[in-house]
Nanobody, 126 residues
């Protein structure tokens, strides 16, 4: 059973940076797409970014230029580097994984993922 554990959340001032990590264990395939999602109080869950097995990425418009998703396949870890943080980035952030069969290029910011982490809180406030 694949397990995902997020870390790196916290309180940061506007304009600051955080790096979230998601460590995965229990892979049964070499082909997993990874995604980062967030959910703010009273709002629907939003796909922030995704990355394919081969490193192709996709971002929601509101974070382009500020947030970067990356992965280290040797360490089974995906990262979300968040810079120039804004109060509207405040949310619980979740990482997710999906077995893509043998596709190394697929990723999606939709909710088609099979496995989810428990979430880490990010609060941007002065």
């Amino acid at each position: 059973q694949l397990q995902l554990v997020e870390s790196g959340g916290g309180l940061v001032q506007p304009g600051g940076s955080l790096r979230l990590s998601c460590a995965a264990s229990g892979f049964t395939s070499d082909y997993y797409a990874m995604g980062w999602f967030r959910q703010a109080p009273g709002k629907e869950r939003e796909g922030v970014a995704c990355i394919s097995r081969s490193g192709s990425t996709n971002y929601v418009d509101s974070v382009k230029g500020r947030i970067t998703i990356s992965r280290d396949n040797a360490k089974n870890t995906v990262y979300l580097q968040m810079n120039i943080l804004k109060p509207e980035d405040t949310a619980v952030y979740y990482c997710a994984a999906k077995d893509t069969g043998r596709s190394s290029t697929w990723c999606s910011r939709g909710a088609e993922y099979d496995y989810w982490g428990q979430g880490t809180q990010v609060t941007v406030s002065s």
